[in-house]
């Protein structure tokens, strides 16, 4: 079965402000919900968004933000996957 983008869906996001990092859960069809790190979306220095490059390495920023933004996320996927 080839990929078809509009079986995938974003259930929830989160972005980091300050270093553009996007933390998503996802889901493919009616396949198991799952997170996503990346990409990581940047700004133009008129204000606008670049296109969307890869996370990459984080750094402390990156990982400080996704430290304090882990419980939410655990708990959203947690009433999305309903695990067992």
Not at 11 to 36: A, F, H, M, R, S
Request: with cysteine; net charge negative; proline share 7%.
């Amino acid at each position: 079965m080839p990929y078809d983008p509009e079986m995938d869906k974003v259930l929830k996001k989160w972005k980091c402000d300050e270093t553009g990092l996007v933390v998503t859960i996802n889901q493919y069809g009616t396949g198991e919900p799952k997170v996503q790190i990346g990409p990581r979306i940047l700004l133009k220095k008129d204000g606008t968004e670049r296109a969307p490059v890869k996370a990459g390495r984080l750094t402390i920023e990156d990982v400080m933000w996704f430290y304090d933004m882990i419980d939410e996320i655990k708990d959203e996927l947690t009433k999305i996957a309903k695990p067992v």
